[in-house]
């Protein structure tokens, strides 16, 4: 095989593909103005094209596109549904099996591969990456919104239920209300969504570091498309995941948004609506920008570090003073429900809860799917070093037990306020108000609340910043290192992307391109599960 310089070479013993491709030889390289350029001539062009297309005539049409993608969102989560749920499935099975198989042994990099990145680092990058933004919104609102539709019960009108309470609702049980609207929230942010992350960063990292191939989402399907890989078929894999990491970023960014939003109305009286969420969006991308001119190291690494030191505080401050026994003891009870609700949970056929399992579980895996290009890339990028079981240990299940004790630690919290205290603020509250109405009534409410403030910007800055790391690398045909004003186009162009969907629609516009988006690249994901395992077949182990 020619040796790609772009690449890092593989320390000890691999099974690299042989093929003549080299790292961007279908890159054009061009200067405009004082900036260089080095983008691959057909991903770039077709996805920048697209993307200013779409900003140009949501904005231009904004008035009349919010019931339109009200109706996509509804549509594809409503008759897709059992679709996205037995992908999920299949991705935890893969994790699960790779973690037992003697493909856990291979390591990432080769068989003398070091990591780059120590446990800490490592840990902090996945973690902001990976659930930051939707974690500070969904920490309070979710658990609290299946509790109360559990303890609702069951609603029906004309034979059709109507309530949103995930299975068959606990009505009137308090404790069974709280059990299976904890359990339900622990699905949505526990093995499933890591799983879809993992699956992929796997396969990205093994192609790269191992294969020798670039780091695009077309290398996985190499093992399937061969050398054809380079071509048209390669080009559309590439180009479906741009559009998924940007509108999944997107989502996320317009989320970040209104939950700043509504904090800064909470504590210093600022106007809530479109205006501000606008005006925080060109804020934080403007932030994201400097980061993003700094590189991995010294931009994403350093302030997803600062970001989890401030998430781990606010989540110690709210275990210690809040209901800390409940707490604790939460943590393993929730989990023990966790398990025994799964299996009906993950059922994707004979069930009832329609609102429940087409409003929030198909829209969380199609969210979670079109978010797995700038994860997965994410993840391999820091991943180097480790082998499969370590790696799938470590993406699978530290992050999903992190996740159990966020939900715990804060769902929790404000479902005993309610319980227990008769404080009703948390449930009567808008979504993006809720975490704000909980540290309310706790010690150090003005000063917890801007350090969730803060927290919400920064992992708003973090997603951007790796985000536009990951797309610019796709669309520079692999190369790692290509040239910043390439970044801050993609950078921006999220900002712009999440922009335009807030004024055309808000919250449903950014949920249904991430749906839309995620549907075809769940296809891409299911056949990267064969090459994965074709990928690692070959490859020596210890």
Known sequence: MTENTDMIPPDGRVDAIDTDYQVGQDNIKMNIGPFGLDIHNRVFMISGLAIVAFVLLTLAFQNSLGPWFSELRNWLTGNLDWFFL??????VLVCLFLIVSPMGKVRIGGTDA?????YAGWFSMLFAAGMGIGLMFYGVSEPMSHFS???GGIASEGGVRTDWAPLGAAAGDVVAAERLGMAATIYHWGLHPWAIYAVLA???????FNKGLPLTVRSIFYPLLGERVWGWPGHVIDILAVFSTLFGLATSLGIGASQASAGLNYLFGVPMGATTEVLLVIGITAIALVSVVAGLDAGVKRLSEINMSLAILLLLFVILVGPTLAIL????SNLWGYVQNIPALSMPFGREDDNFRQGWTAFYWAWWISWSPFVGMFIARVSRGRTVREFMVSVLLIPSAACVLWMTAFGGTAISQYVNDGYEVVANSNLELQLFAMLDVLPFAQITSFIAIV??????VTSSDSGSLVIDTITAGGKVNAPTPQRVFWATFEGLVAIALILGGGLVALQAMAVSTGLPFTLVLLFGCISLFKGLASEPRG
Do not use: H, K
């Open 455 to 460: 927290l919400v910007i920064v992992f708003f």
């Open 114 to 118: 070091t990591p780059d990145y120590s």
């Open 329 to 332: 003891t939460g943590f393993v």
């Open 149 to 151: 539709t559990s303890l």
């Open 86 to 91: 037995i992908s999920g499935n299949i991705f």
């Open 202 to 208: 796997l396969a990205l990292a093994l192609f790269s």
